[in-house]
């Protein structure tokens, strides 16, 4: 079946240390997201990719970067995790045809 | 900039009852797209229902069905026939026409109680 596959789906690191977060896609589409989840709160988009352009949203700390290497594949780099990042993270995907997102299970991250 | 409010942080139905979640947004456009997603707990989100801003007619996909009142800039979900598995968070949200930029509401928590 075509999906969204996040990896991994809990990942717990240590304060400032790196880490990166993986999405894949098996639909082919063009348009990938990133959005943070806080406990009980709405997605809030981090970013998107359309094909290589990449959007940032205004408030997005320099902290999250992302990287789309190819159509299949998407990453999302915290450089310095802080314990307010501390969330779930989502990966979707869609096409300007269908105006509908698909959405990845989620990687919980934790941060100590 | 296009706001979404859910108004009903949790609500709770008995099984086999019906329910309305609200859902109001905010917007200048005048196509759109809007759209009830579900969360069920630690589970990935999945659309439940959408509806096309230029289309008059609610939209419905089985127990499940929209009343969109342009105007007045609401859109609630109806879920008839509650059963267990309905028990999830439900985020509306906000599309504008030929833009992936989609924007949600705070979400309500449904419980189906048996």
């Known amino acids: 079946d075509a999906m969204v596959i996040q990896n991994p789906r809990y990942q717990v690191t240590q304060f400032g240390k790196p880490v990166t977060l993986s999405c894949s896609q098996t639909?082919?589409?063009?348009?990938m997201y990133w959005y943070q989840q806080k406990s009980s709160q709405a997605p809030k988009l981090l970013f998107h990719y359309y094909d290589k352009d990449f959007n940032n949203e205004a408030d997005t700390p320099d902290n999250f970067q992302s990287r789309r290497p190819n159509t299949s594949f998407c990453f999302l780099d915290i450089r310095s995790p802080g314990l307010g990042d501390a969330a779930m993270y989502l990966c979707?995907?869609?096409?300007?045809?269908?105006?509908?997102?698909?959405f990845g299970p989620g990687t919980r991250l934790t941060v100590l | 900039a296009q706001t979404v409010t859910q108004s009903q942080p949790e609500m709770s139905v008995q099984e086999a009852e019906t329910v309305t979640l609200s859902c109001t947004y905010d917007t200048s456009e005048s196509n759109y797209y809007l759209f009830w997603y579900k969360q069920p707990p630690s589970r990935q989100m999945i659309l439940v229902i959408r509806?096309?801003?230029?289309?008059?007619q609610n939209a419905t996909e089985n127990r499940f069905s929209v009343n969109f009142q342009k105007a007045a800039k609401s859109f609630s979900l109806k879920i008839s026939d509650s059963q267990l598995g309905d028990t999830a968070m439900y985020f509306c949200a906000f599309m504008k026409y030929n833009n992936n930029d989609m924007r949600f509401g705070a979400g309500t928590r449904l419980t189906v109680k048996p």
């Open positions: 639909l082919n589409h063009n348009v």
């Open positions: 509806q096309e801003a230029y289309k008059q």
């Open positions: 979707a995907t869609s096409t300007l045809t269908v105006n509908e997102q698909f």
